[in-house]
């Protein structure tokens, strides 16, 4: 009986567990939000998001993401759009707002504006593809080649949604724009991004459909296929309209969708409306299963929206799409969360109705410890010690010539960056998740017995 290689054992293994990008929109419209370093350790610590967006180019959230292994994808705001025409001056915006900030903060995206075809006026309308096209230029004339350049879509550009298998855009911008974009994103590899919001589709008599829930299903007349969802109906409208134009090929991206907890009397909105769209639809993204129309395909999705924004305009609805309340407290439970953590920070830190701090369990002598697990790779921990060091703590002592300093020992340097950061942090369980490779302890780390490292010294006055 022949036997598989254990080269093609691991690729099977790899394929296996690749899933898709689960990100969120991480917005800044509020006067109680908590500051960019501390969400960005409460994304890497708590939950399964492993990508951000924003909607603006922020230095302080991109230095805040350094070294987390989360992704950024940032805005060039629509203002910005007939600018980046000139090749000069997209040079100059690469030069000073994304190369400072490469490759410590992983950009994989730049948005040129958002929602354009929707918002936009005519100049920023024609300006779009070729300031698309100039942008990438400018990255790669700096030798950046990891970015991809797109922009985001709301679902206006459509003419027709229903069936599916007969999407198309509305002619105008399908000619004009769309198709040359679409000819740009294939020839750089790059997805076509859209926001797909079954919320504004909103029909009670279709409720359950809209939210993911047990239905009868639809059937498109002219596949025969059934959808048991209106997020797969929409997105298989968009394949649709791509391939009526020759880019059927092209990958989709989503980069808005969600669901507000709270509305102006309006049924729509519910806590358990909100639980049951961005729950079902995380728990969809991650079987990796796509849509009638792209089986199996797998799609970088960003959830609306981070936090509740109180400084947002309009209906109260705006105010309320968030997965998180500015203390980090969920809204409700959208499936982000790791180990059904309910995690809390210290006064000061999140802004809003403060929540007491857990007593922590008691330990021997009181103390408590965080230290690497015994299973965590090198690769993990090198990466909590970049993380940690980029954070403001000190890390003098492990760094050449340090106190504290082990050369090729990047497990007794971890421990002692991974505790560092515990205690600067108020000695927290959740700031020693560090993804899972952590565990707190009540065992003083001078007892363990690491080869070079002198943790009697490291961890005295600690």
């Known amino acids: 009986m022949a036997t598989l290689s254990p080269l093609f054992l691991l690729l099977l293994f790899h394929l296996s567990v690749t899933v898709n990008s689960i990100g969120v929109n ?24 492993n990508s951000v967006k924003i909607f603006d180019v922020n230095p302080d959230i991109l230095h805040a993401f350094a070294n987390t292994g989360i992704s950024v ?80 879509h709301s679902l206006a550009i459509m003419r027709q949604s229903v069936p599916p298998s007969a999407g198309q855009f509305r002619p105008g911008y399908a000619k004009h724009v769309l198709t040359p974009m679409l000819k740009f994103l294939q020839e750089t590899k790059t997805p076509f991004m859209v926001n797909p919001y079954p919320y504004f589709g909103y029909n009670p008599k279709n409720v359950n459909f ?22 797969d109906l929409l997105m298989d409208a ?43 639809l995380v728990r969809h993204l991650e079987e990796g299963k796509g ?10 999705a960003y959830l609306f929206a981070l936090f509740n924004e109180d400084q947002k305009p ?42 007491p701090l857990p007593t922590p369990a008691p330990a021997v002598g009181g103390q408590k410890w965080c230290v690497p697990k015994p299973d965590a790779s090198k690769e993990a921990l ?11 703590v000190d890390c003098k002592p492990i760094q050449p010539g340090g106190l504290c300093y082990a050369a090729n020992d990047v497990r007794a340097l971890a421990t002692y960056a991974m505790n560092a950061y515990y205690e600067a942090n108020g000695r927290h369980d959740f700031n020693c998740d560090f993804s899972n490779s952590g565990v707190v302890t009540s065992i003083n780390p001078s007892e363990f017995q690491y080869h070079t490292l002198r943790t009697d010294i490291l961890f005295r006055n600690i």
């Open 314 to 355: 309009g209906p109260i609805a705006e105010r309320n799409w968030g997965l998180f309340r500015p203390d980090f407290s969920p809204v409700y439970d959208s499936g982000i969360l790791r180990n059904a953590q309910r995690p809390v920070v210290a006064p000061g830190q999140g802004g809003g109705e403060k929540k």
């Open 26 to 49: 991480y917005g800044t419209l509020g006067d109680n939000l908590p500051p960019p370093a501390t969400v960005a350790n409460f994304l890497k610590t708590n939950t399964i998001i």
């Open 210 to 231: 809209a939210l993911f829930r047990p239905n009868r299903g639809l059937v498109d007349r002219n596949t025969k296929l059934t959808y048991t969802n209106q997020f």
């Open 73 to 152: 994808t940032v805005t060039a705001p629509n203002g910005d759009i007939a600018l980046l025409k000139n090749i000069d001056a997209a040079k100059q915006w690469v030069v000073t707002k994304i190369k400072p900030f490469v490759p410590q903060t992983k950009i994989n995206y730049i948005l040129v504006g958002s929602e354009v075809l929707h918002w936009g006026d005519t100049v920023m309308v024609r300006s779009l593809v070729p300031a698309m096209r100039t942008l990438h230029s400018a990255l790669l004339a700096e030798g950046i080649t990891d970015i991809k350049v797109t922009t985001a």
């Open 291 to 300: 849509t009638p129309l792209m089986p199996n395909r797998k799609f970088d």
């Open 238 to 280: 968009v394949h649709s309209a791509m391939k009526a134009v020759g880019y059927g090929d092209v990958d989709i991206a989503v980069g808005e969708t969600g669901w507000p907890s709270v509305c102006d009397g309006w049924d729509a909105c519910s806590v358990a409306n909100a639980q049951s769209y961005n729950g079902q």
């Open 382 to 392: 090198q990466a909590n010690i970049n993380y940690v060091c980029s954070q403001n």
